[in-house]
């Protein structure tokens, strides 16, 4: 059965839209709230680097282009251009995110009551789980383990709750493991530098595999040229949002052990944190 006949047969037009709708919409809701942010917060007098601005508009535009239009509509009938969607959603878009600093941008924005519950949410115990490294590399390749070797994925394009389920699942997991891993905006649970490293190499072990897994084993539905495609594009594409998340990892190790001057000097980059 090929890919193509399990959308055409299960997903119709009017079902599709309302997924992509849904998916859609809070990713334009947390562009209008980011912008908002950065009125409140020059209105306080604290003015938003421009260059976050950016990051924070590009990973909305990669994470909507992943969910709704031509490639979103393409990605039920090619494998290749799903897994491309699932690049955009579950890895690009939440790293560019991550790196626009949304929670020290909100921090800044809001009146003082608000900012406080901010920050206890920040440091409650849920959000210790969830920001965990072992934890969060279980949400994300975890997941895609499952959803590419069971018949989840087949069944993903007869339901359209479940597409929206899963789809949701990707962003979350991608950008859960993505602030897990790094630390842009403050972080009240810190991990050392060696167990974020261990445990990502793992994680990035774990996704080659998969990627290799599908290469040789296409999921249910999928032909073996899509596979092939599909599971080489995970593997690269992979690489490359992983190989930036490895070297602000690397750089942020750095920083930490580097002499004092070197910090001052170096703190007006994308990739700045309070090393630990």
């Known amino acids: 059965m090929s890919t193509s006949h399990i959308h055409g047969h299960t997903t119709g037009a009017e079902l599709s839209e309302w997924a992509q709708i849904i998916l859609a919409l809070p990713f334009i809701f947390a562009l209008i709230i980011y912008g908002a942010a950065v009125f409140f917060s020059r209105q306080l007098q604290r003015p938003w680097p421009f260059y976050r601005i950016v990051l924070w508009v590009l990973g909305i535009v990669c994470a909507l282009a992943a969910v709704v239009g031509p490639l979103a509509q393409l990605a039920h009938m090619d494998f290749t251009m ?3 969607g699932h690049l955009l959603l579950g890895m690009l878009a939440p790293l560019l ?8 941008l909100f921090l800044r924005a809001l009146p003082q009551g608000q900012a406080k519950r901010l920050s206890r949410l920040l440091k409650s115990w849920p959000s210790r789980v969830l920001t965990d490294p072992i934890a969060a590399s279980l949400l994300n390749v975890g997941g895609l383990w499952i959803l590419y070797t069971t018949p989840l994925y087949q069944t993903m394009h007869e339901n359209s709750y479940l597409h929206v389920f899963i789809h949701a699942h990707v962003f979350i997991a991608g950008y859960l493991f993505t602030v897990a891993m790094i630390y842009i905006d403050p972080t009240p649970h810190r991990n050392s530098y060696l167990y974020r490293a261990v445990t990502l190499i793992a994680a990035l072990a774990g996704h080659g595999i998969l990627s290799k897994y599908i290469f040789g084993n296409p999921p249910a539905g999928v032909p073996v040229g899509q596979a092939e495609s ?7 594409g992979g690489d490359g949002v992983d190989l930036i998340i490895v070297f602000i990892l690397c750089l942020h ?12 000097n170096n703190k007006a980059n994308p990739f700045e944190t309070d090393p630990a």
């Open 230 to 236: 599909g599971g080489m594009l995970m593997y690269y």
């Open 82 to 84: 799903h897994m491309l």
């Open 97 to 104: 995110m991550a790196l626009a600093a949304p929670m020290t």
């Open 253 to 264: 190790w750095y920083r930490s052990t580097a002499p004092e001057n070197f910090k001052v």
